[in-house]
C-alpha cells in the first residue's frame, strides 16, 4: 500500500494548513490512519490517529488546534492545522495500518514520504 502525502508549505504563526494523504494499490483495507512528525533532532512523533470506526486520539500538543479526519471510501485522512505554532515546525508523515486482501491474512504498516511544514513567528 502505498501513500502519498501533500498539503505542507509555510505559513505564519497564528495561520492554518490542510495536510492530505492518499492510499493506494491492490485490495486492502485499512484499519488505522494516523499523522506523526519529526522534527530536527527530534524522534518521530504521533500527531493523531483514527481508527476506521472513527475513533481519535490527539497528542496533547494537537488537543484544540488541529482536527484527523478521514474518507474511507476514498482510503484518504486529512489533518486540519490551526493557530499553528513556530514548534509545529516538522516533516509530517502519514501512516495506514490494514490488511491485505480479501480475506485480510496479511497485515501491512505503511508510511507516506513526508511532506514539510513550516511555521514562522
Known amino acids: 500500500v502505498q501513500l502519498q502525502a501533500s498539503g505542507g508549505g509555510l505559513v505564519q504563526a497564528g495561520g492554518s494548513l490542510k495536510l492530505s494523504c492518499a492510499a493506494s494499490g491492490s485490495t486492502f483495507s485499512i484499519d488505522d490512519m494516523g499523522w506523526y512528525r519529526q522534527a530536527p533532532g527530534n524522534q518521530r512523533e504521533l500527531v493523531a490517529i483514527i481508527s476506521s470506526s472513527g475513533t481519535i486520539n490527539y497528542a496533547d500538543s494537537a488537543k484544540g488546534r488541529f482536527t484527523i479526519s478521514r474518507d474511507n471510501a476514498k482510503n484518504m485522512v486529512y489533518l486540519q492545522m490551526t493557530s499553528l505554532k513556530p514548534e509545529d515546525t516538522a516533516v509530517y508523515y502519514c501512516?495506514?495500518?490494514?490488511?491485505?486482501?480479501?480475506?485480510?491474512?496479511?497485515?501491512?504498516?505503511?508510511w507516506g514520504q513526508g511532506t514539510l511544514v513550516t511555521v514562522s513567528s
Open positions: 501512516n495506514a495500518k490494514g490488511r491485505l486482501g480479501p480475506w485480510r491474512i496479511v497485515s501491512f504498516d505503511s
